[in-house]
């Protein structure tokens, strides 16, 4: 009964206009730590690019906290609205602290499986932006979501053969050279895949919201 008057009422949906704005920024900050990890001379302006883009997906996340408390109706449960604004910026998040680290040790060079890496994230943040304008009508697309979340998570699969191949290549590449060199790369390893294990966790607050609303 409870559902059924909720439905009736207004609800606010400047909520998925927030949803957009904060996607873009993690479109934008995926395709700018893209650009990261080309190297070369543009490594630290697309570090700030990353840095200028989670401050902006910040901003959307405090707006999108504060219309929860002050929006009497909502999209749906007040709880998956805040766990699914805080994975999204968490993925952001993530990506700011690998280019951090990329500006701490001064990096310039990336190996091929990073920037294979770098590829499947663009994809990821892509897949969200795909994800979040159906979440306005979840029974009309069950399906389409359903895939969605599907191919997020082979994804991040996919990245966590890539981190542990990128690691092996990197010990022989460096076990009778430069320790830090090993230790410096493995460090931004472990950055990208905890990026890619942030969008999984997008995909299970919308498997989350899925089984509630259908």
Same mark, same amino acid.
């Given at each position: 009964?409870?559902?059924?008057?909720?439905?009736?009422?207004?609800q /606010? /949906?400047?909520?998925?206009?927030?949803f957009?704005?904060?996607s873009?920024?993690i479109?934008?900050?995926? $395709?700018?730590?893209?650009?990261?990890?080309?190297?070369?001379?543009?490594?630290?302006?697309?570090?700030?690019?990353?840095?200028?883009? /989670?401050?902006?997906?910040?901003?959307?996340?405090?707006q999108?906290l504060?219309?929860?408390?002050?929006?009497?109706?909502?999209?749906?449960?007040?709880?998956?609205?805040?766990?699914?604004?805080?994975?999204?910026?968490?993925?952001i998040d993530?990506?700011?602290?690998?280019?951090k680290?990329?500006?701490?040790?001064?990096?310039?060079?990336?190996?091929?499986?990073?920037?294979?890496?770098? &590829?499947?994230?663009?994809?990821?943040?892509?897949?969200v932006?795909?994800?979040?304008?159906?979440?306005?009508?979840?029974?009309?697309?069950?399906?389409?979501?359903?895939?969605?979340?599907e191919?997020?998570?082979?994804?991040?699969?996919?990245?966590?053969?890539?981190h542990d191949?990128?690691?092996?290549?990197?010990?022989?590449?460096?076990?009778?050279?430069?320790?830090?060199?090993?230790i410096?790369? &493995?460090?931004?390893?472990?950055?990208? /895949?905890?990026?890619?294990?942030?969008?999984?966790?997008?995909?299970n607050?919308i498997?989350?919201?899925m089984? $509630?609303?259908?």
């Amino acid at each position: 009964m409870l559902r059924w008057f909720k439905a009736l009422l207004p609800q /606010e /949906e400047r909520f998925f206009d927030l949803f957009a704005q904060h996607s873009q920024a993690i479109v934008s900050g995926a $395709e700018a730590l893209q650009g990261v990890l080309r190297g070369g001379d543009e490594v630290p302006s697309y570090c700030q690019q990353v840095s200028q883009f /989670e401050q902006q997906a910040d901003e959307v996340t405090r707006q999108v906290l504060t219309a929860v408390r002050r929006t009497f109706i909502t999209p749906f449960d007040r709880g998956d609205i805040k766990d699914l604004i805080t994975s999204m910026d968490d993925a952001i998040d993530q990506m700011h602290q690998t280019a951090k680290a990329v500006t701490l040790f001064e990096v310039r060079q990336f190996e091929p499986t990073m920037r294979e890496i770098g &590829a499947i994230l663009v994809e990821c943040a892509k897949l969200v932006v795909r994800a979040l304008p159906l979440l306005q009508a979840i029974g009309d697309n069950v399906t389409t979501l359903a895939a969605i979340t599907e191919e997020l998570t082979k994804l991040e699969g996919r990245v966590d053969d890539l981190h542990d191949i990128g690691l092996k290549e990197l010990y022989l590449k460096h076990r009778n050279a430069n320790t830090m060199d090993y230790i410096v790369g &493995a460090k931004i390893y472990e950055h990208l /895949e905890k990026v890619a294990d942030r969008f999984d966790d997008v995909a299970n607050e919308i498997n989350s919201i899925m089984i $509630e609303q259908v």
